[in-house]
């Protein structure tokens, strides 16, 4: 099947810096990438949608500003929490799916721990 | 987006069938339903999909009645790596613009 692969896996930061998630497509193209965050014991919560060459589409309750994404080409978005804080702490999780496939794809996930 | 309703946790022993219930009352005609797998701080990983009847791959079933309106997935002989969270989820044919809502999902704890 289709690869989603994300980077960092993880990454520890200080409180107050920005941290810059990516989410890359390695075989083949997503025009529409999400992205999830998921605190322990809980499910997935869907933060936006990620659409190449326009703004993302974000979730209720979910600061714009903050969360920045950014889906310059078919195969790349990226997720940058600004200004993080310890309750930005959380597994971040991106999908995609080709155009066409009912099946979407998930990365890795990026483990943030803010500090 | 159809709501999907799944037991919070189940318990098995190796080698038992596992059958895991989804309830999706609000499924839409175009909707499919797909199964995914969650592994501790692992990214999901998908298991099954189907549309209708039964569907049948190398790791499980699925079986969906007529009315569609709830889904099984039937893990055989299930072993202390199954262990996991599964997801039921429905969702509109044509995935790449398909935003998929997770509920809570099953925690299956398998025991030897």
């Known amino acids: 099947g289709a690869v989603v692969s994300q980077h960092p896996s993880w990454v520890i930061c200080k409180s107050g810096t920005s941290v810059k998630i990516e989410c890359r497509s390695l075989d083949f193209q997503a025009t529409t990438m999400f992205w999830y965050r998921q605190f322990p014991k809980q499910s997935l919560m869907l933060m936006a949608t990620s659409n190449e060459g326009s703004k993302a589409t974000y979730e209720q309750g979910v600061e714009k500003d903050k969360f920045l994404i950014n889906h310059a080409s078919l195969t790349l978005s990226t997720l940058t929490v600004t200004s993080a804080h310890p309750e930005d702490s959380s597994f971040y999780i991106c999908?995609?799916?080709?155009?066409?496939?009912?099946?979407?794809?998930f990365g890795q996930g990026t483990r943030l721990t803010v500090v | 987006l159809a709501k999907t309703t799944q037991p919070i946790s189940m318990d098995s022993y190796e080698g038992q069938e596992v059958n895991i219930t989804c309830s999706h009352n609000n499924i839409a005609t175009n909707d499919y339903i797909t199964w995914y797998q969650q592994f501790p701080s692992q990214g999901p990983r998908f298991i099954i999909q189907?549309?209708?009847t039964k569907v049948t791959n190398e790791v499980a079933s699925l079986f969906i009645p007529a009315d569609r309106k709830s889904s099984t997935l039937s893990l055989p002989r299930v072993s202390l790596s199954d262990t996991a969270v599964y997801y039921c989820?429905?969702?509109?044919?044509?995935?790449?613009?398909?935003?998929?809502?997770f509920g809570t999902g099953t925690l299956l704890a398998v025991q030897p």
């Open positions: 189907g549309y209708k």
């Open positions: 999908s995609a799916a080709q155009t066409g496939n009912t099946e979407a794809f």
């Open positions: 989820l429905v969702g509109d044919e044509g995935g790449a613009t398909n935003k998929l809502i």
